[in-house]
């Protein structure tokens, strides 16, 4: 199979007005802090909601509130209340909201409806009832890659050597498994070794499906097969304006660790994350990464 030859997504940043002001909700992880630094260099400081026992405490150098996940119903009202006009959305949140123990507030009474019904259908529910409910308030949410086009994956090799012929079944074998999870609202990553899925992303994360592959690697059906790949794609459908797909150093080490050979990641559609120490940790530890176009893929 032929290597794609590199192609740029030609992306237009969020253009903001005078007068805007930006709030980033923020979850775990670098890119919460990606962006506040990426506003603050554009002139335009943010609004940085914590959200309680996920954002990193690094956020706490910028104009801050502190948001219980239990909480969201106050979010638009503290939105309102800082003169926010444009709301993004990043970072994971590991823990659902207790509907037991969300805090009473007039504004929950319109949320609590869409909140139940996205609870049951999953992740993705739930981030395109924020959103909506974000909306609805007259508050324009954009999505990290509108601010920072930069992090968007690129088609072709992002950094390591071209992948070998023989990785080509791996990337497409995972890059099928992935969607088809995204589909269920399970996940957004898979990992392939030999020609075969053996792991797919759930509740833990790419982190611990990684973890789980490391262990697995003793497992007599794949012990002794080497290399192998992990790919993430967006969800079919997905809400663009969060929880994009995402990588950093740490997915590197992780794929390392688990012994695989690449990273595959949806082109135009998932993030590199601390993209010099991506390259870095990839050239140093022999990892490939490489922009994908599903539907380029057998």
Known sequence: MTTPMPISDPFEPFSFREGDRVAV????DRLPLDIAEGLSAIGKPPLVVMIEGEASPALASFEHAVLAVEDLAGLVPLLRQRGVTHAVLAGGIARRPRLSAMKPRLALLALLPQLVRALRKGDDGVLRALVTHIEASGIKVVGAHEILPELLADEGVIAGRPPLDADWPDLEAACTAARAIGGLDIGQG???????????????????????VRQLRTHGRIAGIQRGVLVKCAKPGQEQRADLPAIGPATITGAHAAGLAGIGLQAGGSLV?????????????????????????P
């Open 25 to 28: 909700i923020a979850g775990s």
């Open 190 to 212: 898979a990992v392939a070794i030999g020609g075969r899925v053996i792991a797919v992303e759930g509740i833990e994360g790419t982190d611990g499906l990684l973890d789980r």
């Open 273 to 297: 994350l601390e993209y010099r120490g991506v390259v870095e940790q990839a050239e140093r530890l022999g990892i490939f990464v490489i922009g994908l176009r599903p539907e380029k893929l």
